[in-house]
């Protein structure tokens, strides 16, 4: 082939000039180096290997660029989305701190606040009503609008009977919330009984009993009542005697009542 482009040179360039021959000539050498480039780059089975380029090189530089890109934003999501579970958990922390805070702080009604814990009650037919066994504050809530009520059925207690009873009071407050408190109405009796004594006449060696000296019914009290004679009279001495009649309850309260007998001669059949 190298002989062939050699003839058409020379044959060519005998019509030239010298400066068209010297360009033809370098068309020439510049066609003939890249047919053997072309030559070198078919194999010996005649088939032409791929021309290396630069197109995979700056293919893989994108492909690596590209993963790294994905991986970034993999890294900014997985960032974010622990930032946010932080931020949850410390919410939730806080305004567990706040609820405490605000159960601490709050007042809390305690027995003492609104029911007395122990109330002292006079002995009688009928037992306290509810609001006697309020305080000052818990009169001023009911004044308000809170209520309490019996949740012990108090119909069941004798307060005729001295002693200790233990009842449970329910307290609703202005809010609506209900609470159950205990309080012990302990029943007393402070008050001396009453009576009318009555004057007696007997004759000699005729004793009296102490009941003799005193009005049918006269004898008031919340609890029993112990009648005695506190000077028996002498009934073999004719004539009158005074004597002292002692009244005494449950409570150990006294009262002297005076009474006179007249003791006569016995009278003849």
Same mark, same amino acid.
């Given at each position: 082939? /190298?002989?062939?482009?050699?003839?058409?040179?020379?044959?060519?360039?005998?019509?030239?000039?010298?400066?068209?021959?010297?360009?033809t @000539?370098?068309?020439? %050498? =510049?066609?003939?180096? #890249?047919?053997?480039?072309?030559?070198?780059?078919?194999? #010996?089975?005649?088939?032409?290997?791929? =021309? !290396?380029?630069?197109?995979?090189?700056?293919?893989?530089?994108?492909?690596?660029?590209?993963?790294?890109?994905?991986? !970034? $934003?993999?890294?900014?999501?997985?960032?974010?989305? *622990?930032?946010?579970?932080?931020?949850?958990?410390?919410?939730?922390?806080?305004?567990?701190?706040?609820?405490?805070?605000?159960?601490?702080?709050?007042? $809390?009604?305690?027995?003492?606040?609104?029911?007395? $814990?122990?109330? %002292?009650?006079? /002995?009688?037919?009928?037992?306290? =009503?509810?609001? !006697?066994?309020?305080?000052?504050?818990?009169r001023?809530?009911?004044?308000?609008?809170?209520r309490?009520?019996?949740?012990?059925?108090?119909?069941?207690?004798?307060?005729?009977?001295?002693?200790?009873? $233990?009842?449970?009071?329910?307290?609703?407050?202005?809010?609506?919330?209900?609470?159950? @408190?205990?309080?012990?109405?302990?029943?007393?009796?402070?008050?001396?009984?009453?009576?009318?004594?009555?004057?007696?006449?007997?004759?000699?060696?005729?004793?009296?009993?102490?009941?003799? *000296?005193? =009005?049918?019914?006269?004898?008031?009290?919340?609890?029993?009542?112990?009648?005695?004679?506190?000077?028996?009279?002498?009934?073999?001495?004719?004539?009158?005697?005074?004597?002292?009649?002692?009244?005494?309850?449950?409570?150990?309260?006294?009262?002297?009542?005076?009474?006179?007998?007249?003791?006569?001669?016995?009278?003849?059949?």
């Open positions: 082939m /190298a002989n062939e482009n050699d003839y058409n040179y020379r044959r060519t360039s005998s019509n030239d000039t010298p400066q068209q021959r010297t360009g @000539h370098s068309s020439a %050498l =510049a066609n003939q180096r #890249s047919s053997d480039v072309r030559s070198a780059g078919t194999s #010996s089975t005649g088939t032409r290997r791929p =021309a !290396q380029s630069g197109t995979g090189a700056n293919a893989s530089r994108n492909q690596s660029g590209q993963n790294s890109q994905n991986d !970034q $934003k993999k890294y900014m999501i997985r960032r974010i989305a *622990f930032l946010v579970i932080a931020l949850l958990i410390i919410l939730l922390f806080v305004l567990a701190i706040v609820g405490i805070a605000r159960a601490v702080s709050k007042p $809390k009604k305690k027995t003492e606040d609104v029911l007395m $814990k122990e109330v %002292l009650f006079e /002995a009688g037919e009928y037992g306290p =009503a509810p609001e !006697q066994l309020l305080t000052e504050t818990g001023d809530a009911v004044l308000k609008g809170a309490v009520e019996f949740e012990t059925d108090i119909g069941q207690i004798n307060f005729h009977v001295l002693g200790a009873y $233990k009842v449970n009071m329910l307290f609703t407050d202005l809010e609506g919330n209900i609470s159950r @408190h205990s309080v012990q109405i302990r029943v007393v009796d402070t008050v001396p009984p009453t009576g009318v004594a009555v004057d007696r006449f007997t004759e000699k060696g005729q004793a009296l009993k102490v009941e003799d *000296f005193i =009005a049918p019914g006269s004898v008031r009290d919340e609890t029993d009542v112990a009648v005695s004679i506190e000077n028996e009279p002498d009934y073999n001495k004719v004539g009158t005697q005074t004597i002292s009649i002692l009244l005494v309850d449950r409570g150990g309260n006294q009262t002297r009542l005076t009474a006179s007998v007249t003791v006569t001669e016995a009278s003849e059949d």
